[in-house]
């Protein structure tokens, strides 16, 4: 037996170690700003926050590439500073990857910082610790099964990502052919041996990291009694 | 000098208090549960955003209409009720938190706290695994260890037990008499108040009814309906001058001995002794052939008959006392002001809680 190009493989890993570490990045503070606003609009920001569980992923995708098409007033704009096209790149399936996993992003991260309550942050404030402060020593430590969960989930639900991809990306080797969309040609062409060993990589793969979490989650509670 | 002139309205409760609180010695906030003292306290400190008015440290104000000065920048440390020590840190951790922060304010040393507190064993420990007792001593070092310009405590002992209480209140003691960071300290149990404030103020449906010098508020009869039948009491102070071989210690107070079961404390102690009105029995002549060992000559000041029971209040020598008597007996008795009498107070009456250090107003920096 020969191994398929495992190309796909490591464009996926990529696109997902690249969006993961976005997300966290980008989904903090606004998972953070949930947790603690009482504004009106948090109903609004929620819902938009998770649309992209509940809206199928064509759907998504197909008002990115609407967005992202070089005629239209973003996609154009990106051309003029970049000299690049967000349709069918790398760059393009970035952003699409993080508004499509935004929520396993944020509600992982946002149910962490609200279970921590405002107690612990006010002992800190008591302390001198500023808020920027308080969040790095008090929140995000506390968080740190959050973050865990959050970074995982994107991870993999990235890996798992199709719809989107296809729509914005299409299925250019190299750029924007990842393992799923590779697996689905495979299956077109009837080239089930190659189908059946990038899929088992990918269940292989995805069962191991949710293993290694919960694992980690089990060992190391926050405030373990060391 | 702390000024407090502040509104805050809930729904069925309203905070309302102009006050200014004194910046020595032990500040006592008592008040019923629901009276609104926690909540003063958590106002002082900034953490309730929806105070209006007035706040200010001397010159420095934290609050007015169109400033806030954010909880971390006023340089106040806070005993939390439920000590709120961060789970994720040893105990080790926590202190230096603390001290980190405020390396450059004036104050204990971490070596300081640490001793007088007695924490040495308890550093490497995370707290889920300490008593309320032990815990309650880690949160109280690490406000000290932020090196306040003055200590909020909020009911630092109301979680534990009386066993538990005793062991901490002597190191609440010790830090009273040898830091000079004024405290200001809520609480719903009298003994505690009158064993560590100097100044005391009473609240009641979000507003201080009674504020000014312990021994004077705890001898005035107008603070007894605030207090509560049980918890009206004056507090005299005598010196430890004697152990006797039966087991009862020997007190001089101002019109002459008194005899209370074994004090532990050094001869020559200046002690505060919290003696409650129902504990007082009064006669018109010395009486004899009696089992009470403690008959101290004193003079009615005045009378506060409130249905069938009278507050009496004596002084004695420079030390005022208050008897609730019936108001049967007082008219028996035909007790006015300036009648001399006899204020008789059993021996065995004086519970150990109630006994206490003369707290020291002479501030020193050193713990």
């Known amino acids: 037996m020969t191994l398929p190009d495992l190309g796909p493989l490591w464009l996926t890993l990529h696109l997902a170690a690249v969006t993961t570490i976005l997300l966290l990045i980008c989904g903090t503070p606004l998972a953070w700003w949930l947790s603690q606003t009482r504004s009106r609009v948090k109903p609004i920001v929620e819902a938009l926050t998770a649309l992209p569980l509940v809206l199928p992923p064509t759907v998504l995708g197909f008002y990115l590439l609407v967005l992202f098409s070089p005629t239209s007033t973003f996609g154009g704009f990106w051309v003029r500073v970049t000299g690049e096209t967000l349709t069918f790149s790398f760059t393009g399936l970035v952003i699409a990857s993080m508004l499509y996993s935004l929520p396993f992003t944020v509600q992982p991260l946002q149910a962490a910082f609200e279970s921590i309550g405002r107690t612990p942050m006010e002992a800190a404030a008591m302390l001198r610790a500023s808020p920027l402060d308080r969040f790095a020593t008090v929140a995000a430590p506390m968080a740190k099964r959050g973050f865990l969960t959050a970074a995982v989930l994107t991870f993999a639900h990235t890996l798992g990502e199709f719809g989107v991809v296809l729509m914005v990306g299409g299925n250019i080797p190299g750029k924007t052919k990842v393992i799923s969309i590779a697996i689905y040609e495979h299956v077109e062409t009837i080239n089930y041996a190659d189908a059946h060993v990038l899929a088992a990589i990918l269940l292989v793969f995805s069962f191991t990291t949710l293993v290694m979490v919960y694992t980690i989650n089990r060992r190391y509670p926050v405030g373990g009694r060391a | ?367």
């Not at chain 2, 106002?43 to 000065?69: F, P, S, Y």
């Not at chain 2, 032990?134 to 405590?153: F, H, K, V, W």
């Not at chain 2, 004899?288 to 004695?316: E, K, R, W």
Request: hydrophobic share 45%.
């Open chain 2, 1 to 367: 000098m702390l000024n407090v002139d502040i509104t805050l309205n809930y729904k069925d409760f309203a905070l309302n208090i102009a006050q200014s609180f004194p910046a020595s010695g032990v500040t006592a906030l008592f008040g019923r549960s629901g009276s609104g003292k926690s909540t003063l306290l958590r106002v002082i400190a900034g953490l309730e955003l929806n105070a209006t008015g007035r706040i200010a440290w001397g010159d420095d104000v934290w609050q007015d209409a169109r400033h806030r000065t954010p909880p971390h920048k006023r340089g106040l440390g806070y005993v939390f009720q439920d000590t709120r020590l961060f789970p994720h840190l040893t105990v080790a951790q926590n202190l230096s938190y603390a001290d980190k922060r405020a390396q450059n304010h004036p104050g204990p040393s971490m070596d300081d706290v640490i001793t007088a507190l007695d924490l040495a064993p308890l550093l490497p420990r995370h707290p889920a695994t300490l008593s309320g007792g032990e815990q309650s001593r880690c949160a109280i070092g690490r406000a000290l260890l932020t090196r306040p310009r003055m200590l909020l405590m909020d009911e630092p002992l109301a979680a534990l037990d009386a066993t538990r209480k005793a062991e901490i209140l002597p190191y609440l003691e010790r830090l009273r008499d040898n830091i000079g960071t004024p405290i200001l300290y809520v609480s719903h149990q009298m003994a505690e108040v009158t064993r560590l404030a100097n100044h005391l103020m009473l609240i009641d449906k979000g507003q201080i009814t009674h504020a000014g010098p312990l021994e004077t508020l705890l001898a005035d009869p107008a603070t007894a309906p605030a207090l509560g039948a049980r918890d009206v009491g004056a507090v005299i102070t005598a010196t430890l001058t004697a152990q006797d071989s039966d087991g009862l210690s020997r007190l001089t107070c101002a019109t002459g001995p008194i005899y209370l079961p074994h004090i532990d404390a050094p001869l020559g102690a200046r002690l505060r002794i919290r003696i409650l009105a129902q504990d007082v029995i009064i006669a018109r002549t010395a009486p004899t052939g009696l089992s009470a060992l403690n008959i101290l000559p004193a003079t009615v000041t005045s009378l506060h008959p409130d249905g069938a029971s009278t507050l009496v209040q004596l002084h004695a020598g420079t030390d005022q006392i208050l008897a609730r008597i019936t108001t049967r007996s007082a008219t028996a008795l035909a007790l006015a002001p300036g009648t001399p009498c006899f204020a008789i107070l059993k021996t065995a009456a004086v519970a150990p809680a109630h006994i206490g250090d003369q707290p020291n107003l002479v501030p020193h920096t050193k713990l």
